[in-house]
């Protein structure tokens, strides 16, 4: 079992920035990736990031490449996303998510177990 907290959510201006943290907690072979994703209203789950915590490798999609970086402190048992040129259409509740897959583009695209509650991120244009 594994426990996800999301932190660091809040409104920004356009092209702002804001870093979201995720604290893990709990069984650690129960993953071995980590990734954030983001719901608006109306809308479908987009999966933005994605990193393997073994090894580190990362995939984004295609809306954020080059604007969030996702990163990780093994000693914290934290992940982190660093978003910055923010744009309104970035607007969501941002999660992250948690699972053992097999690759890290699994991990940004596929259904994961383990999910935080969630935290609200507003960008004004």
């Known amino acids: 079992q594994v426990q996800l907290v999301e932190s660091g959510g809040g409104s920004v201006q356009a092209g702002g920035s804001l870093r979201l943290s995720c604290d893990a907690s709990?069984?650690?072979?129960?993953?071995?990736?980590m990734g954030w994703f983001r719901q608006a209203p109306g809308k479908e789950r987009e999966g933005v990031a994605a990193?393997?915590?073994?090894?580190?490798?990362?995939n984004y999609a295609d809306s954020v490449k080059g604007r969030f970086t996702i990163s990780q402190d093994n000693a914290k048992n934290t992940v982190y996303l660093q978003m910055n040129s923010l744009k309104p259409e970035d607007t969501a509740m941002y999660y992250c998510?948690?699972?053992?897959?097999?690759?890290?583009?699994?991990?940004?695209?596929?259904?994961?177990?383990?999910w935080g509650q969630g935290t609200q991120v507003t960008v004004s244009s």
């Open positions: 709990g069984y650690p072979y129960s993953s071995n990736c």
């Open positions: 998510a948690a699972d053992l897959v097999g690759t890290v583009v699994d991990c940004r695209t596929q259904g994961l177990d383990y």
């Open positions: 990193i393997y915590t073994g090894g580190g490798s990362t």
